[in-house]
């Protein structure tokens, strides 16, 4: 028999370390890579509890001020209030960003409020209908939608029932899914919308102007007439948190109502909350 070469035994031995050390790396590399993701899963979700604690706490504080304003003015909500005030456009915070809002629901026509088969509210819708190019046959779908489902929460329902969708949203920055009692605030509603209800300009301008000046009254908001269709005050709110920490953001959108507990004491719930795909 012939044996190996001594230069062969050498090379085939640094041929093996060499394996090993390829080995070793490539068992290395893959340790490092998950490390670095569990890592990087960690920061993301530190960064996603601390979006929503920012969320939360903005959330809070709204209804901090739709609480305290309960107690201060109760008989009138107006947009120069603190409570509208609270709102802001982006802030910074530790590696993002922040911005709330708050919005008066009752700045819109309710749908809810033909539940009641009175013929304002349904003159009403039929007039903004109208003005906003939606046709005759919609508004009759909703009022069969009602007369069958109850008071809604959203439009939802009524696009699964194949409403048009196209006049759904021609109706949607003026029209809202309240409880049926809940009265359009002639101190927050939108000049336009108001427009479309009263048919009045000069009506339209004379509550405008007592609007610059504090707000209607409950009484005064009544003798504008359209049978009790409008009110001075609201309980019913739209919270907006956009949170950004890192590379996670968050916008959450709450609906907040404003009652009374067995006491009298101010009450304020959250009824709905929803997380929203931010747009792109």
């Known amino acids: 028999m012939t044996r190996p070469k001594r230069g062969a035994r050498r090379g085939m031995v640094l041929l093996n370390v060499l394996i090993v050390v390829a080995i070793s790396a490539a068992a290395v590399t893959v340790m490092i ?8 899963r960690t920061i993301r979700l530190h960064d996603a509890a601390q979006a929503q604690s920012y969320a939360r706490a903005g959330e809070l504080s709204a209804i901090t001020a739709l609480r305290r304003d309960a107690l201060t003015a109760p008989d009138v909500d107006v947009a120069s209030e603190p409570w509208a005030q609270i709102g802001q456009t982006a802030v910074a915070i530790p590696n993002g960003g922040f911005a709330l809002s708050i919005a008066d629901e009752q700045a819109r026509f309710n749908v809810n409020a033909l539940i009641k088969g009175e013929p304002i509210p349904a003159a009403a819708l039929l007039e903004i209908a109208r003005l906003t190019g939606v046709s005759r046959e919609t508004v009759s779908a909703i009022e069969l939608a009602l007369t069958v489902l109850g008071p809604l929460r959203d439009d939802v329902p009524l696009r699964a029932a194949g409403v048009n969708a196209a006049d759904l949203d021609r109706l949607a920055p003026y029209v809202v899914f309240l409880p049926p009692e809940a009265k359009l605030n002639v101190n927050t509603a939108d000049p336009q919308l108001l427009e479309m209800v009263l048919r009045d300009p000069t009506a339209v301008r ?6 610059a000046q504090g707000g209607l009254s409950a009484q005064e908001a ?6 009790g269709l409008f009110g001075s005050s609201s309980s019913h709110f739209r919270v907006t ?13 709450s609906r907040v109502s404003r009652s009374e507990d067995a006491g009298g004491r101010p009450r304020v719930t959250v009824t709905q909350r929803r997380r929203l795909t931010p747009p792109s």
Do not use: K, M, P, S
């Open 222 to 227: 009544t003798a504008l007439g359209a049978g």
């Open 206 to 211: 004379r509550v405008l102007d007592q609007r």
């Open 241 to 253: 948190t956009d949170v950004r920490v890192g590379e996670v953001r968050r916008l959450t959108v």
């Open 33 to 40: 890579v998950a490390q670095d993701i569990q890592v990087r």
